[in-house]
């Protein structure tokens, strides 16, 4: 089955602590892997994929096939980056499988 | 600025009184989906469209249907809304060529309430 886990509703960090947004997923074959952000009253929104290896906002992501991982980690938390955040799995039948989010809350 | 339209924001809907929602796209994407999404709940996709082909999700109810009669426009319609399809309905469009997956751009939302 294809599936995608964020096994975390709710994070709270104080700003300037480390942060990391689990997300891990079920798929057979090659996983494409996206995380998408939501801030208060802004549209969905891409945040990084991890084909692209590319570091936005100062949060990175790193494919971990062994442990089926694509975890967000980003070193020092800022308080603007209080939102809701999606990790998300490409199927090959062209659709988006999202994970149930994970709530971040940067504490001043 | 190119980008995903959707009206209206907020629409309310008697129990069983037929509804439609709108989306327009000014970026020329060939894929149109819409999502539903329940409080605290990941988006589900319903239905997408890829160029003029309608591709249904296998869980979506009957109820829900959808038309796209240009690239720009894509409506959601609620044939026979109940007190559980209250939710936010979005609307995305992506560039697709083959298998390859590109960004989803997301709509704003259209918030329904049934009354």
């Known amino acids: 089955a294809q599936r995608v886990t964020q096994p975390e509703k709710l994070l709270s960090v104080f700003k300037g602590a480390p942060v990391e947004l689990k997300c891990n997923y079920s798929?057979?074959?090659?996983?494409?892997l996206f995380w998408y952000v939501q801030y208060s009253r802004q549209r969905l929104q891409l945040l990084l994929r991890?084909?692209s290896r590319e570091s936005i906002k100062g949060f990175t992501a790193d494919l971990n096939k062994g442990e089926t991982s694509f975890h967000l980690k980003k070193p020092f938390a800022q308080e603007e980056d209080s939102a809701m955040y999606y990790c998300?799995?490409?199927?090959?039948?062209?659709?988006?499988?999202f994970g149930q989010g994970t709530e971040l809350s940067v504490k001043p | 600025d190119a980008m995903v339209i959707q009206n209206p924001r907020y629409q309310v809907t008697q129990f069983g009184k037929p509804v439609t929602l709108s989306c327009s796209q000014t970026l020329n994407h060939n894929v149109m989906y819409w999502y539903q999404q329940k409080s605290s709940q990941a988006p589900k996709l319903l239905f997408h469209y890829y160029d003029k082909d309608f591709n249904n999700e296998a869980d979506t109810p009957d109820n829900f249907q959808s038309r796209r009669p240009n690239t720009s426009f894509c409506f959601l319609d609620i044939r026979s809304p109940g007190l559980g399809d209250a939710a936010m309905y979005l609307c995305?469009?992506?560039?697709?060529?083959?298998?390859?997956?590109?960004?989803?751009?997301f709509g704003p939302g259209t918030r329904l309430t049934v009354t």
């Open positions: 798929y057979s074959g090659s996983p494409e």
């Open positions: 995305a469009t992506s560039r697709l060529a083959g298998a390859t997956p590109y960004e989803q751009y």
């Open positions: 998300a799995l490409w199927n090959q039948g062209g659709k988006l499988i």
């Open positions: 991890h084909i």
